[in-house]
T-cell receptor
Framework: ETGVTQSPTHLIKTRGQQVTLRCSSQSGHNTVSWYQQALGQGPQFIFQYYREEENGRGNFPPRFSGLQFPNYSSELNVNALELDDSALYLC????????????FGPGTRLTVT | EDQVTQSPEALRLQEGESSSLNCSYTVSGLRGLFWYRQDPGKGPEFLFTLYSAGEEKEKERLKATLTKKESFLHITAPKPEDSATYLCARGGGFKTIFGAGTRLFVKA
């Protein structure tokens, strides 16, 4: 069974640029959620995708957007990067209608300078 | 607004010194209370799900319990390898809300 994978591992961008982060969900999982985790904080929910549609969104501006593909993999896109976007971005996969537990990837460390 | 509050922020134990971590959560609309372990620079690792008051689950030296307003993660005779951040999370609808975590340090 393949776990959740994310790419890239680390990324350095300049303020105002755009970035795309990628996630492959765990085999058999149909739902993907994205989280932002600042240093010393818990993960903050960005949005969730199910059947290629956004299923719910946290308190993040529209410049945070995403996609889910037919194979359940997903992308997180962030436009007009700001310094405060520097964080660990986590992808989690789960089974809709399951127990609610999520399985996380290793994360992408984004640094905005 | 749904909230999850964890205490203490940090906990330093000697190897073998048992203790408990606390998680307080918003009760309304709860669909599962989750515990995760997170090692530095890695994604959270799922540990337990609890659904109803009185429920308990165990895994090795860890035991999670749930009351109507709180959850506890009990660590019995911890070892240095138990050092990590332990995250509590509240499920409700599509959204999972995490606490800030308790950073546990176990010294040999």
């Amino acid at each position: 069974e393949t776990g959740v994978t994310q790419s890239p591992t680390h990324l350095i961008k300049t303020r105002g640029q755009q970035v795309t982060l990628r996630c492959s969900s765990q085999s058999g999982h149909n739902t993907v959620s994205w989280y932002q985790q600042a240093l010393g904080q818990g993960p903050q929910f960005i949005f969730q995708y199910y059947r290629e549609e956004e299923n719910g969104r946290g308190n993040f501006p529209p410049r945070f957007s995403g996609l889910q593909f037919p194979n359940y993999s997903s992308e997180l896109n962030v436009n007009a990067l700001e310094l405060d976007d520097s964080a660990l971005y986590l992808c989690a996969s789960s089974v809709r209608g399951g127990g609610g537990e999520q399985y996380f990837g290793p994360g992408t460390r984004l640094t905005v300078t | 607004e749904d909230q999850v509050t964890q205490s203490p922020e940090a906990l330093r134990l000697q190897e073998g010194e048992s203790s408990s971590l606390n998680c307080s959560y918003t009760v309304s609309g709860l669909r599962g209370l989750f515990w995760y372990r997170q090692d530095p620079g890695k994604g959270p690792e799922f540990l337990f799900t609890l659904y109803s008051a009185g429920e308990e689950k165990e895994k090795e030296r860890l035991k999670a319990t749930l009351t109507k307003k709180e959850s506890f993660l009990h660590i019995t005779a911890p070892k240095p390898e138990d050092s990590a951040t332990y995250l509590c999370a509240r499920g409700g609808g599509f959204k999972t809300i995490f606490g800030a975590g308790t950073r546990l340090f176990v010294k040999a």
